[in-house]
């Protein structure tokens, strides 16, 4: 019996998740709630019914005969939705509203991570600004202030000088019940290894390595991500080896004794400094844009890697040995801040050298406009990463991108 499955969430890396999904062989439809207009491209099937209205879509669910959700963002599972599609009978993976905390309060991850012994950097947490700045001004600069609560990788700013400090305090402080977490400035290498988590264990991805900041040479305001690449030079086997051991596995062992175990995907965040690797964050679920090129890599039917995972069974996971998957991500020009809406995006044509995975996109008419600041995201695979940037690059420089914006180093560094 082909599987009908249903996934929640509207961008990019929900795009790619429903395009692996429909390679299995066991699928017959992928839909998608919101989902976006550039879906369609890939027949996967959009559903009008908003991620936060999870009473609709268990509905939804009930009526189509959906065999199983996979929850995409991180705001429907802080919003309980994996608890609710449960107490429904519905099978779905992502972890409860009580572990999804492991990404929506820096502070509790934080404090997990003290419990446990797992390598990070040193911190402190404050709900009042004038304590906070003491803090600051006692403390080597730069250093690291982030916001406690969900910012879709946006809530993270490294300040240089004490003026800069306050401004940023002023500006989270200034709202009621607002906390922040401070911490040391970390030197060395990113990367971000993320792992399949269910009863019986986990199971670790291969690295990427994600570029956060919007402008070349990782300069200027942090974004969502602006393009991502795997595997990762820098990331041996030993590298990956200390971190399953001294960092993954003791959070999941961590959760467990907590009351509150983690399943679903765990995301690791990861900085490699002289002294190790160390903790940067945890997400609760899949990465924006590490998704689009993890799932590039992968093997296995993806359909049956997460059965195995709901029906607590060790899954078979094959990832590519090798190659490179390289992704750039095409946003609106002002993106972080202000940016345009409703830009035309060029037709492709339904042959191209590269994936087009669509994020901030939406229909007028017949055409597909921008609706959001990520707009979509250019994939390809090659034998190296080398190849890889040279094909990519040359596609883009190819499109009518005037109105858009991308970076001109990913997968350089």
């Known amino acids: 019996m082909k599987r009908k499955i249903l996934v929640i969430g509207s961008g ?3 795009h790619a998740i429903c395009k692996k999904l429909l390679e299995s062989p066991k699928v017959e439809t992928v839909f998608c709630a919101k989902g976006n207009a550039g879906m369609l491209f890939d027949g996967i099937e959009i559903v009008d019914i908003s991620e936060d209205n999870h009473d609709e879509l268990i509905v939804f669910s009930k009526k189509m005969a959906i065999d199983w959700v996979l929850v995409g963002p991180e705001v429907p599972l802080m919003n309980g939705i994996v608890d609710d599609f449960k107490q429904a009978g519905i099978k779905i993976f992502g972890p409860s509203k009580a572990a999804a905390m492991i990404e929506g309060s820096k502070e509790f991850a934080k404090k997990i ?20 700045l003491e803090y600051v001004k006692k403390n080597k600069l730069p250093i690291v202030i982030k916001e406690d609560g969900l910012a879709a990788g946006k809530g993270v700013t490294i300040v240089y000088t004490l003026e800069e400090a306050q401004t940023v305090l002023k500006a989270i402080l200034g709202e009621a019940s607002s906390r922040v977490v401070i911490e ?22 291969v690295a990427a ?5 919007i402008f070349d040479g990782d300069k200027g305001l942090n974004t969502g991500g602006m393009g991502a690449y795997s595997p990762v030079d820098y990331v041996t086997k030993e590298v990956e080896e200390t971190v399953i051991q001294d960092i993954i596995q003791p959070t999941i062992e961590g959760m467990k004794k907590e009351g509150i175990p983690f399943e679903g995907i765990l995301y690791t965040g990861l900085i490699l400094t002289n002294e190790g690797p160390k903790v940067i964050e945890y997400n609760a679920r ?20 997460i059965e195995s995972l709901l029906s607590q069974e060790v899954p078979k996971i094959i990832w590519k040995k090798e190659g490179t998957s390289l992704g750039v991500v095409v946003s609106a020009k002002g993106y972080p801040e202000v940016y345009e809406k409703g830009i035309e995006i060029p037709d492709f044509g339904a042959e191209h050298e590269v994936k087009i995975i669509y994020s901030g996109v939406s229909q007028n008419n017949d055409t597909l406009v921008s609706n959001g600041g990520r707009v979509f995201l250019v994939a390809v695979t090659e034998k190296s990463r080398k190849i890889a940037h040279k094909k990519i690059y040359e596609w883009l420089e190819n499109q009518d991108l005037k109105k858009f914006y991308y970076r001109k180093d990913i997968g350089n560094n």
């Open 286 to 305: 899949f990465g924006d844009p590490e998704t689009q090129v993890l799932l590039e890599r992968l093997d296995s039917d993806f359909c049956l890697v």
């Open 184 to 205: 040391e400035f970390l030197i060395g290498k990113e990367f971000s290894l993320l792992s399949f988590v269910n009863e019986t264990g986990f199971y670790p991805m």
């Open 113 to 132: 991570m003290v419990k446990y012994d797992i390598s990070t950097a040193n911190y402190q947490g404050f709900s009042d600004y004038a304590e906070a």
């Open 12 to 14: 990019g890396r929900e």
């Open 209 to 213: 390595k994600d570029h956060k900041a």
